[in-house]
């Protein structure tokens, strides 16, 4: 089983920016998804983005599109979470995952990982 290991969040103004690292030992195969959600007190988790590694595709929710960008670095096995103009309700706990396997035709909302990250706080300040 794949272990995630998440780097720690942080604080940050509002309009500044944050990058979150993920890194999967060994976690590879085309047939694997990996990606980001978050959970703000007293609020439902939100998937907000995801890469498939077989087709490179990845997809962002409307929260946080323009703003979050997914990359990844293989040689590294590391996907990173670079936020820009964070704002207040950006404030959350930020969990990374994962989903092996995980085919072509899984979407944002459909997505259904089977490891998790133990999570890292992102808050935000007007």
């Known amino acids: 089983q794949v272990h995630l290991l998440e780097s720690p969040g942080g604080s940050v103004q509002a309009g500044g920016s944050l990058r979150l690292s993920c890194v999967a030992p060994g976690f590879a195969s085309a047939d694997s998804c990996m990606g980001w959600f978050r959970q703000g007190v007293g609020q439902e988790r939100e998937a907000i983005a995801f890469?498939?590694?077989?087709?490179?595709?990845?997809y962002y929710a409307d929260s946080v599109k323009g703003r979050f960008t997914v990359s990844r670095d293989y040689a590294k096995y590391t996907m990173y979470l670079q936020m820009d103009n964070l704002a207040p309700e950006d404030t959350a706990r930020y969990i990374c995952?994962?989903?092996?396997?995980?085919?072509?035709?899984?979407?944002?909302?459909?997505?259904?990982?089977?490891?998790w990250g133990q999570g890292t706080q992102v808050t935000v300040s007007e």
């Open positions: 995952a994962a989903a092996f396997p995980c085919f072509s035709d899984v979407r944002l909302g459909t997505w259904s990982p089977n490891t």
């Open positions: 890469m498939h590694f077989g087709t490179g595709n990845i």
